[in-house]
C-alpha cells in the first residue's frame, strides 16, 4: 500500500522558483488576451505535454522516437471516430467518461506497440524505425477513407459540456490543459525517482548490465513506450479539441520533427524542458511573421535549433543552467548549486 | 560482511552434498571461422572459489559470456545448479543466483552508488517496475547500504558513479555481483588498473564473500588469483590446457612455459 513518504516528497525538488512559475501560471489568464491564452499559451502547454512524452523517453530511456506525434494523432483521430464529428462519417458518439479513457488506453498500447517493434534497435536507427511508423501512419490515414476519411480528415470535434463548462472556450481550455500538463509534469519528476524510473535511466546508460542483474531490458523499453504513449494519447485528445479537426496534416513528418526540435530546443534533462521548448516555439511560429516572410519560417526555428545545438547542447534549459551560476553568485561566498549532473 | 569462521565444515558440508554450481559440457564458440572456444567441460561445486587463467585471446571471457548468456554458446549445454539453462535468457539466469563483473565496468554513471545497488538489488526480487519511490527504511534499500559497505563505498554512497574512482568503481562492480543471494559469481578481471593497495583491498573483499557463494575469478594477477583460488583452470587457444590446485598450477613445467615465463620461479 502507497504511504506517503516525506523524504521522498522533499527529494521532489519543491523549489521557490516552482511556485513562482505555478502562481504566474495561474494567475495568466486575468492579465492575458484570448489570443494568448489560447493560441499561446494553452498551445504551448499542449506542445509540451507531446514533447515531453518524448522527453521521458529520450532523457531516461535514451530511445529517441519519431512517432509520438503518431501516437497524439491516433488519438486524436480515434476521438473523431467514436465521439462525435462534423463530416458525417464516423462519429459513434461515445460518451466522454467512456471514450477519453478508452482512447487514452488505445493510444498508449499503441506507442507500447511501436515500442516492441522499435526497442531491439538503438541510436539512430531507433530514430530511424520510428520515423518510418510515422511516415506510414501519415500515408495511411491519408489513402484510407474507410476508416480515416483520407485527406479530408475530420472536423467539429469539440470537447464535452462537462459540469456547464464549455471547455472549448480560451479560459476553461487552458485550465485543463494546464492542469494536464502540470499532471504529467509531475508524475513523470515523481516517477524518476521511482524503482521503474530508476531501472529505465540504468537501461539507458548500460543495457547490457541491467540485463546481467536480471532485469527484462525489453519489457522496460516497452512499459516506458506505453507510458509515454498516455502522456501522448492524452496530448493528442487536447489537441484535436483545440484544432476541432484532424486530417492528415496534423499527423506530418514535419510536425513529428516540431516536437522533436521543441524537445530538443527545450532541453532533454528535465521534464520542464519540453514546455520552455513549445513556449519558445509557439512565440516564434506567431511572431517570427513580423520580421520574416512567414516561408522563413522554418529557416528561423532551424537556425535557433542550430544556435541552441551548438552553444548549449541540453537546451535552454542547459543555457540557463549555466548562466545561473553567474547571476546568482555572491561575491567572495563560495557556492555549491547541487545541479543534477 | 563476516568471513565464517567454520569455512572449511561450511563447504565440506555444501560439497558433499554433491551439487554443483556450475557444469560446462562440451562448450564451444564460434564467430565465423574463429574458434573462440573448443569443447569446455568444466565444473564448479557450491562453494568452490576457483580461477580461470590464461594469456589475452585464450578465450577466458568468451567462457563468461557463455555461461552468463550474453551470448548462446555453438555447441553444448550450460548447467546451473543442476538445471540446464543453455537457452534460458541472461536475466532469467541470473534470477537463478549467477552474478558477473565485467572486465572494464559496466555500471550506471549517472545514478548514486547506493542507486546502482539498489537496483542490483531490486533486479532479483519483485516489483521490479513499481512505480512508487523506494523508502529509506525499504529492505532492499537497508540491502544497498550493507552492501555498500561490504565494499568499502559507505563514504561515497550518494556520489554519482561517474565521479569515483576507478578503484572505486571496480568495487561497485563487486558490489553489484554481491547483491540479491547470489550463489555463483563470475569475476572478470576484477583487479585490472588497481594500484597496489586497491588490490590489497580487493583480496580482502573476495576473502570476505561468505562461504556458500561459488566463485570464478579470471585474473592476470597471479598473487591475487593463486591467494583465493582454491581451484583453477588454465585456458590456452580456446580450450582448457591445465586444471589443478594452484600449487599445482604454478609448479607445472608447460604452464609456466606457456604463462607463467622461463623467469618464473
Redesign the interface.
Known amino acids: 500500500m502507497w504511504r506517503f513518504d516525506p523524504d521522498s516528497f522533499r527529494a521532489s525538488q519543491v523549489r521557490p522558483g516552482v511556485i513562482v512559475v505555478a502562481v504566474a501560471l495561474l494567475a495568466y489568464p486575468l492579465i492575458a488576451t484570448n489570443f494568448f491564452i489560447f493560441q499561446i499559451g494553452a498551445y504551448s502547454l499542449l506542445l509540451g505535454t507531446v514533447a515531453l512524452s518524448l522527453m521521458m523517453l529520450a532523457g531516461y530511456g535514451g530511445m529517441v522516437s519519431l512517432a509520438q506525434l503518431t501516437v497524439a494523432g491516433f488519438g486524436g483521430y480515434m476521438m473523431a471516430i467514436f465521439g462525435t464529428n462534423s463530416v458525417d462519417v464516423h462519429g459513434f458518439g461515445w460518451p466522454w467518461w467512456v471514450l477519453i479513457p478508452s482512447v487514452i488506453l488505445a493510444s498508449a498500447t499503441l506507442s507500447a506497440l511501436i515500442g516492441a517493434i522499435s526497442v531491439r534497435t538503438e541510436g539512430i536507427y531507433t530514430i530511424m524505425i520510428t520515423l518510418a511508423i510515422a511516415v506510414a501512419f501519415f500515408y495511411f490515414t491519408r489513402q484510407n477513407y474507410a476508416a480515416f476519411n483520407g485527406f479530408t480528415g475530420f472536423a467539429g470535434v469539440e470537447p464535452p459540456q462537462v459540469f456547464g463548462v464549455n471547455w472549448r472556450a480560451p479560459v476553461p481550455f487552458y485550465y485543463l490543459a494546464l492542469a494536464i500538463a502540470a499532471f504529467f509534469y509531475f508524475a513523470v519528476l515523481y516517477g524518476s525517482r521511482t524503482t521503474y524510473g530508476l531501472a529505465l535511466q540504468a537501461v539507458r546508460d548500460n543495457s547490457r548490465r541491467m540485463n546481467s542483474l536480471g532485469y527484462d531490458v525489453t519489457a522496460i523499453r516497452v512499459f516506458a513506450y506505453f507510458l509515454s504513449g498516455l502522456i501522448a494519447g492524452t496530448a493528442g485528445i487536447m489537441l484535436v479539441w483545440f484544432n476541432g479537426r484532424i486530417s492528415p496534416g496534423s499527423i506530418s513528418v514535419s510536425v513529428a520533427i516540431d516536437i522533436l526540435v521543441i524537445a530538443v530546443v527545450g532541453g532533454l534533462r528535465h521534464p520542464i524542458g519540453p514546455f520552455i521548448g513549445a513556449l519558445a516555439f509557439v512565440l516564434l511560429e506567431n511572431f517570427a511573421i513580423d520580421l520574416i516572410d512567414r516561408e522563413r519560417f522554418n529557416t528561423v526555428i532551424g537556425l535557433v535549433f542550430l544556435f541552441i545545438i551548438f552553444f548549449s547542447p541540453d537546451g535552454i534549459l542547459g543555457l540557463w543552467e549555466r548562466i545561473r551560476p553567474h547571476l546568482m553568485r555572491k561575491p567572495n561566498v563560495a557556492r555549491s548549486d547541487g545541479a543534477r549532473k | 560482511m563476516n568471513k565464517t569462521l567454520n569455512r572449511a565444515d561450511a563447504l565440506s558440508l555444501l560439497q558433499s552434498s554433491g551439487q554443483y554450481a556450475l557444469e560446462l559440457e562440451a562448450i564451444s564458440r564460434h564467430f565465423g571461422a574463429l574458434v573462440a572456444l573448443a569443447d569446455i567441460n568444466l565444473s564448479v561445486k557450491a562453494g568452490e572459489r576457483h580461477a580461470v587463467l590464461g594469456s589475452n585471446g585464450a578465450g577466458k571471457t568468451t567462457l563468461f559470456n557463455a555461461i ?1 548468456g ?1 551470448f548462446a554458446p555453438t555447441t553444448g549445454r550450460v548447467r546451473l545448479f543442476g538445471e540446464d539453462v543453455t537457452d534460458l ?3 532469467e539466469r ?2 537463478r543466483g549467477l ?2 563483473t ?1 572486465q572494464i565496468s ?6 548514486s552508488v547506493l ?2 545497488l ?3 538489488c ?3 526480487s519483485r ?10 527504511d525499504d529492505a532492499l534499500m537497508a540491502s544497498a547500504e550493507t552492501l555498500a559497505a561490504a565494499v568499502h563505498l559507505e563514504t561515497v554512497r550518494d556520489t ?1 558513479v ?2 569515483l574512482s576507478h578503484g572505486q568503481q571496480r568495487q561497485l562492480e563487486i558490489g ?1 555481483a554481491l ?2 543471494a547470489p550463489r555463483l559469481i563470475l569475476f572478470d578481471e576484477p583487479a585490472a588498473g588497481l594500484s597496489p593497495g586497491e588490490r590489497a583491498e580487493l583480496v580482502d573483499i573476495l576473502n570476505s564473500i561468505p562461504s556458500h557463494i561459488a566463485y570464478i575469478l579470471i585474473e592476470h594477477d597471479m598473487d591475487v588469483a593463486l591467494r583465493v583460488a582454491e581451484r583453477v583452470t588454465m585456458m590456452h587457444n580456446g580450450r582448457v590446457f591445465k586444471q589443478g590446485t594452484p600449487d599445482e598450477i604454478e609448479n607445472d613445467a608447460q604452464v609456466q612455459e606457456l604463462y607463467l615465463g622461463d623467469h618464473h620461479g
Open positions: 552468463t550474453d535468457p541472461a536475466y541470473i534470477r552474478r558477473r565485467y559496466l555500471l550506471f554513471e549517472n545514478l542507486d546502482n539498489y537496483l542490483a531490486r533486479g532479483v516489483n521490479r517496475f513499481a512505480l512508487r519511490r523506494p523508502r529509506r554519482p561517474g565521479e553489484l547483491s540479491g
